[in-house]
């Protein structure tokens, strides 16, 4: 059986889930979905994906799961126990968790999957919902190189930058030092849009002169216009920034490593979570600087 051949079981359809689903349909896999709300996959479902009523019957019925869920939770709760993947998955098929989770979680779905002969990827990803309906994600993956080797042509579909970063568990190590990086980053950007405003210049221009220099960053070029129009839709959640930030900042002290841009941008998010933006995108945090300023 070819790869195109095999039957992918996508579990997780929210602001990115759904984009990444659309893409492996658009490029000629069959899809088997699975979501909580199942009013979240009917653009899926319309379209030819067929719809599971259970974990236990997607796993049975894939050669290829994904997951991109919430929380570590989720993760538990999709892989675990005796409704989860692990113990309905078929031998010798692939399961890649793509959610942003705990590395050790990523090393246990591995040692549990690698006991029953089934191969376990961790691979999350970053680009928010750009990168997401483009197909152009960075894949940050950690499991066996055979594994990454047969999977390489599906998340070719997915992303751009796609590296075996190492080990299970490798791939979520690097998404949190790709979100430590964004954390303060994102201080950044909404000083920098505050401080043109306040020094009366133009901030769209500002930003074309400063998005190609040594200030350059994906949050300034891509979520700086949307501080500026007011444009505060999910590309990516607050509240699920918040969790990956929370998950960073714990493995960062579990390997002796002081983070105080992650704590003061973790401190910040939280802020603004209270005045009620859990559910904007990461580029809200701009309110909370408005309101300190004005």
Known sequence: MTLTEKKIGFIGTGVMGKSMALNLQRAGYFINIYTRTKEKADDLINQGAVWKESIKDLAAESDIIITMVGYPSDVEEVYFGESGILEHAKARSYIIDMTTSKPSLATEIFKQAKAKNIHALDAPVSGGDIGAQKGTLAIMIGGEEDAYEALLPLFKILGENIILQGPAGAGQHTKLANQITIASNMIGVCEAIMYAKRAGLDPIRVLESITTGAAGSW??????????????????????????????????????????????????????????????????????????NL
């Open 219 to 292: 949050s300034l070029t891509n979520l700086g216009p949307r501080m500026i129009q007011g444009d505060f839709e999910p590309g990516f959640y607050v509240k699920h920034f918040i969790k990956d930030m929370t998950i960073a900042l714990e493995s960062a002290k579990e390997i002796g490593l002081d983070t105080p841009g992650l704590s003061l941008s973790l401190e910040m998010y939280k802020e603004l979570a209270g005045h009620g933006d859990n559910d904007s995108g990461t580029q809200a945090l701009i309110k909370l600087f408005e309101i300190q």
